[in-house]
């Protein structure tokens, strides 16, 4: 903008500092602090008792589901195994036996050659063996059951931890303790406590499409704890979500990818959503934002006639050292930023315009020469 100075009249006008607003396009973005957290946690326990043949794994490498992670030693229980076999084997030949005579009793009783007696006896014998190899066969599935749980293997893919046994640990069946965790990472959580009124808020812009969306998640970026931007966009879950009676926070869950394994469960990882963009946003330099009595935001504006007019206006956030205006002011008026201390609406002034500070600068305005 060009300064004007108005005609001096006898007392000479006060000078005062402005700047001229510029529409501008710009990114809103919000930041929500939050922890990763796995998305699977699988804890390894055995399943039968015994000692620890082989350790199958590298601590710390990728293991596929279904991949051997310790070995316990198979010999008992592969004796069980074998002995639960034979009694099949032998429970099925005393069922066959006692099939053939069954057919044989049914055959004589119908000709009247023998007493109906011996033919219930014949069917009972049959009925007795039936169930006895009914219950030898459960006894070989329970054995090959065991059998197969001597081998420990991961219920999940993922990155598995340090082992807490070395081969030669004898370990008993469901105890407490882990032989180690698998962790599944990629992709990974982001879990994040928010107020309930944020919430709200932000599932308003989303409905309301301010927020860029995929269904229903808002997409978001990851700044991590050295302050770069992490490589791969997330998306913010809002399903499920109950306000903690004590805190009235609610978590927000995002699911982020993970492909490098860069993010590990437990950091501290800042998310920012883009709310859209202001096409024409005003960018007012903070010392030319006053408040009055009553709390309420104003701005002091330089009109045609170069006379002080005081004016209501609305803020909405910081940007930098700037306010970002929604209400009050359009383009092209000129904002007083230095010197509002010392005139009143309405007084003549004389106007210096002063360079604004970029978006991003954290100085504060340099003095009018």
């Not at 340090?162 to 990472?185: D, F, K, R």
């Not at 006053?290 to 309420?296: A, L, M, P, V, Y």
């Amino acid at each position: 903008g060009e300064t004007r100075s108005a005609a001096a009249p006898a007392s000479k006008p006060v000078e005062v500092g402005v700047v001229t607003l510029g529409a501008q396009p710009l990114t809103l973005s919000t930041e929500l602090s939050g922890r990763t957290k796995a998305v699977m946690v699988a804890q390894i326990r055995p399943q039968v008792s015994g000692i620890v043949q082989q350790r199958a794994f590298t601590e710390g490498a990728l293991v596929k589901a279904g991949e051997l992670l310790y070995q316990i030693d198979p010999a008992s229980y592969q004796a069980t195994h074998a002995s639960a076999k034979a009694s099949v084997a032998r429970a099925e030949a005393t069922a066959n036996a006692a099939r053939l005579k069954a057919q044989r009793q049914a055959g004589l009783v119908a000709i009247e050659a023998i007493s109906t007696q011996d033919h219930e006896d014949a069917q009972a014998s049959l009925q007795q063996a039936e169930a006895d190899l009914a219950s030898a066969k459960a006894a070989l599935e329970t054995a090959t059951i065991n059998l197969e749980r001597t081998r420990i293997v991961s219920p999940i893919a993922g990155r598995v931890e340090i082992s807490s046994v070395t081969p030669g640990a004898l370990v008993t069946a469901n105890q407490e303790t882990a032989l180690t965790t698998v962790q599944q990472l990629d992709p990974i959580y982001v879990d994040i406590p928010q107020s309930s009124l944020e919430v709200l808020q932000l599932r308003k812009a989303l409905s309301s499409g301010a927020l860029k969306s995929e269904g229903n998640a808002a997409r978001i970026q990851l700044v991590l704890e050295d302050g770069s931007t992490y490589a791969h966009e997330g998306k913010l879950q809002f399903a499920g979500v109950t306000v903690n009676t004590t805190t009235g926070a609610v978590t927000l869950r995002a699911l982020v990818p993970n492909p490098e394994r860069l993010l590990m469960p437990g950091m501290y990882v800042r998310a920012r959503l883009d709310k859209g963009t202001d096409p024409e946003a005003l960018l007012v330099p903070q010392p030319g934002i006053g408040r009055d009595n009553t709390g309420k935001a104003t701005a002091l504006v330089v009109n045609a006639e170069n006379k002080v007019e005081q004016r209501k206006v609305e803020v909405s956030e910081a940007i930098g050292t700037n306010w970002r205006v929604t209400d009050g002011l359009k383009a092209g008026e000129r904002v007083i930023i230095e010197g509002s201390g010392k005139v009143r609406p309405g007084q003549s002034v004389r106007v210096v315009d002063v360079q604004p500070v970029a978006v991003n600068a954290v100085s504060a305005v340099p003095a009018a020469a």
